[in-house]
């Protein structure tokens, strides 16, 4: 518990100590934050229906595919953006340890067989062994990281400032704009370089996720 924060959780950071935060999520494209969230939940495994939810209200579309790291393979996850007709490419946490003994026939089936966990385990390894998946999974890396990246080093964003889960998601929205702003005004000025003015809205609305009219 904190003192100053009633909605913090006591977690692990990145520095390998304990002390009391949130668990700040991104959903990006192209390195464009569409939708972020501030947690007390300090497992990642719960957070995909949340994180979907703020992409539809911030966006007022539904993505298609989802690509994300092992902390969110699990067997909810998958169900849940199976009823939402989303296409997951999400490796679950045993994911490379159990390839590399398929691989070398060293494989042990788990004693407590999970029939719906273990189909959605098949499907993932058939889609991200495909070559889809790899590219999706390089651009997933060269996506999400880049932009935690560049608010942690480039904007100096480590830790809030501000106290109560309200004003720390306030916080890192303007950090979020700030970071959006930086990446739009880049494209607008390679933009600038064309010489058809259509092409530079349609470009630009490609990459900022509208139909250009």
């Given at each position: 518990?904190?003192?100053?924060?009633?909605?913090?959780?006591?977690?692990m950071m990145k520095e390998q100590?304990?002390?009391?935060?949130?668990?700040?999520?991104?959903?990006?494209?192209?390195?464009?934050?569409?939708?972020?969230?501030?947690?007390?939940?300090?497992?990642?495994?719960?957070?995909?229906?949340?994180?979907?939810?703020?992409?539809?209200?911030?966006?007022?579309?539904?993505?298609?595919?989802?690509?994300?790291?092992?902390?969110?393979?699990?067997?909810?996850?998958?169900?849940?953006?199976?009823?939402?007709?989303?296409?997951?490419?999400?490796?679950?946490?045993?994911?490379?340890?159990?390839?590399?003994?398929?691989?070398?026939?060293?494989?042990?089936?788990?004693?407590?067989?999970?029939?719906?966990?273990?189909?959605?385990?098949?499907?993932?390894?058939?889609?991200?062994?495909?070559?889809?998946?790899?590219?999706?999974?390089?651009?997933?890396?060269?996506?999400?990281?880049?932009?935690?990246?560049?608010?942690?080093?480039?904007?100096?964003?480590?830790?809030?400032?501000?106290?109560?889960?309200?004003?720390?998601?306030?916080?890192?929205?303007?950090?979020?704009?700030?970071?959006?702003?930086?990446?739009?005004?880049?494209?607008?000025?390679?933009?600038?370089?064309?010489?058809?003015?259509?092409?530079?809205?349609?470009?630009?609305?490609?990459?900022?996720?509208?139909?250009?009219?």
């Open positions: 518990m904190s003192s100053t924060d009633k909605d913090a959780t006591c977690m100590y304990t002390a009391p935060g949130y668990n700040a999520q991104f959903a990006t494209e192209h390195q464009v934050i569409l939708a972020y969230g501030v947690f007390s939940d300090r497992n990642d495994s719960h957070l995909m229906k949340p994180m979907i939810e703020e992409i539809q209200e911030r966006t007022g579309k539904k993505p298609q595919i989802v690509p994300a790291d092992a902390g969110y393979g699990n067997k909810r996850t998958y169900r849940y953006l199976k009823q939402q007709k989303i296409t997951a490419f999400i490796p679950y946490n045993n994911y490379n340890k159990e390839r590399i003994e398929r691989n070398k026939d060293l494989y042990q089936p788990p004693q407590s067989y999970n029939t719906e966990l273990e189909k959605y385990k098949f499907q993932q390894r058939l889609r991200l062994a495909s070559e889809k998946g790899k590219q999706l999974m390089k651009r997933r890396r060269e996506d999400i990281e880049p932009t935690i990246g560049d608010i942690k080093r480039n904007m100096g964003f480590r830790r809030f400032h501000l106290r109560g889960k309200y004003k720390c998601e306030i916080e890192l929205g303007l950090v979020s704009i700030g970071h959006n702003l930086k990446k739009i005004k880049q494209w607008v000025k390679n933009l600038t370089n064309w010489d058809n003015g259509l092409l530079k809205r349609q470009e630009l609305g490609k990459v900022l996720g509208y139909v250009a009219v």
